[in-house]
Nanobody, 115 residues
Framework: QVQLVESGGGLVQAGGSLRLSCSAS????????MGWYRQAPGKQRDLVALITSGGLTNSADSVKGRFTISRGNAKNTVYLQMMSLKPEDTAVYYC?????????WGQGTQVTVSS
């Protein structure tokens, strides 16, 4: 059983920074990709950024140049460094892991950016 545990959300002023972390626990699995999605109230869940097992990254145009996704050395941990935060970045951020044919989600962490 795979579990994703997130941390690092919170309240920050516009222009500030936050770092989100997500660790995948369990055994006997190989992660194809890990990433972050976000969902604002009344909106769909959208991709923020992802990183593949080979180290390739992709991110939404709205966060390019401000957010950076990276992995830990063990490759079962993913980080999202968020800088120059804007009020429109306010959302619940969900960690995602693609393992085999499965798609796993964390419980979500709230990020609130005040103007």
């Amino acid at each position: 059983q795979v579990q994703l545990v997130e941390s690092g959300g919170g309240l920050v002023q516009a222009g500030g920074s936050l770092r989100l972390s997500c660790s995948a626990s369990g055994s006997g699995f190989s992660i194809n990709a890990m990433g972050w999605y976000r969902q604002a109230p009344g909106k769909q869940r959208d991709l923020v950024a992802l990183i593949t097992s080979g180290g390739l990254t992709n991110s939404a145009d709205s966060v390019k140049g401000r957010f950076t996704i990276s992995r830990g050395n063990a490759k079962n941990t993913v980080y999202l460094q968020m800088m120059s935060l804007k009020p429109e970045d306010t959302a619940v951020y969900y960690c995602n892991a693609k393992i085999g044919a499965g798609n796993y989600w964390g419980q979500g962490t709230q990020v609130t950016v005040s103007s």
